[in-house]
């Protein structure tokens, strides 16, 4: 074992000394990209290149060697014979051209090799695709984020900082076969550093997408139900003062919500951004929706909104909302939709935990 490390570690040393740039071939394991990472990235990018495969944004090729192109159809060849879908893979090899310069870490993604295993072993290749090609695509491609995560997580960045867990297969023309040896490699390689630093960008500031919804019921009680229902007082007074803005919210539904001359706002939603910066939680409104009568009027974004001045308690709205001071019901984080059940739960672990561990907060406490 000891001398395995130091022929190891002296290959190592050899390759910085005759290559400023180092082939590299990392393996992704789905199953391996725990919930703090945010977004499993071997699911997103299967699920971006089959998207791109199929709409002929990219070339799949048989191998890195680029000989033989493959067509969609020939794809779908390869999954009705082998009875495996390309979206349900569990792995993907990410083709890498590494440089440590001065303990300055930076890499260029090359590619992406799909490929699964039936169960007697045998491997299955659906091929390869360039990611000079697919980048485009992954840029304005959705993914989804799960409560962990930030929720302008991209793609490119993540692979660029190397986000997700990694195994490397192969460095320079050495073949590592073991994860021992995997991280003997990213200890002396890589250390404490980080891939490709932007030095004008900060990681001090995590940002959450929150949907919540508060409920005027009377069946509530307490100090922040009644904050809750001081709000879409506020608000109904507002509408009335103003009832052009409410004709034009809710269109055609207006003449049956304004027939009786009474109506009542059951609750109101809102969807924001939460930042977090050294512990302090700052949100930014991006649309409302209101439910009147148990009709929901059109989302209201904030471009319009900004211009709406009514007043909670002599406090401007916007500003109520803001300092969070009444009962709300927490029902999504970024893609994850939130039971009832665990919304307080999420509400204390958002103000008082760590935001890249929420779910496990949430399930523990």
């Known amino acids: ?72 159809n020939a794809l779908k060849e390869i999954e009705k014979s082998s009875r495996l879908n390309f979206t349900d893979q569990q792995l993907i090899f990410v083709y890498e051209i590494w440089n440590n310069e001065k303990k300055k870490l930076t890499s260029e993604t090359q590619g992406f090799l799909f490929s699964s295993k039936l169960e007697n072993g045998e491997v299955v290749v659906f091929g390869y695709i360039e990611y000079e090609f697919l980048k485009n695509s992954i840029a304005i491609a959705s993914p989804i984020i799960n409560a962990n995560g930030d929720c302008y997580l991209n793609i490119n960045s993540y692979l660029h900082k190397k986000s997700y867990n990694y195994q490397i297969l192969q460095f320079g023309d050495k073949v590592i076969d073991n994860i ?116 929901v009027i059109d989302t209201i974004y904030m471009d319009n909104l900004v211009n709406w001045d009514f007043y909670i308690n002599n406090q401007n709205w916007l500003d109520y909302i803001q300092q969070k001071n009444f009962l709300f019901l927490i029902v999504k984080v970024n893609s994850d939709a939130i039971p009832v059940e665990k919304s307080i739960k999420y509400q204390k672990g958002l103000f008082t935990h760590k935001w890249n561990n929420l779910i496990n907060f949430v399930e523990l406490y």
């Open 180 to 295: 021992t040896d995997s991280k003997l490699l990213k200890e002396n390689f890589i250390g404490l550093n980080k891939f490709n630093v932007d030095a004008n960008q900060s990681d001090s500031v995590e940002a959450k997408y929150v949907e919540w919804t508060l409920s005027a019921s009377e069946n509530l009680t307490g100090t922040k139900a009644q904050a809750a229902r001081d709000f879409t007082n506020a608000l109904t007074i507002y509408f009335n003062d103003n009832l052009e803005v409410l004709y034009n919210l809710s269109g055609k539904n207006a003449e049956e919500i304004l027939k009786n001359g009474t109506w009542k706002i059951n609750s109101v939603s809102f969807a924001e951004i939460w930042n977090k910066s050294f512990d302090k939680i700052k949100s930014t409104p991006l649309w409302m929706a209101v439910n009147i009568d148990s009709t």
């Open 1 to 72: 074992m000891q001398k395995r490390v130091v022929l190891l570690l002296f290959f190592l040393m050899l390759t910085q000394l005759c290559y400023s740039q180092i082939s590299v071939i990392l393996r992704v394991k789905a199953d391996e990209q725990n919930d703090t990472l945010g977004v499993n990235l071997v699911k997103e990018i299967t699920k971006i290149a089959y998207a791109s495969i199929r709409d002929g944004k990219v070339q799949l090729w048989d191998s890195p060697k680029k000989e033989v192109a493959i067509s969609f």
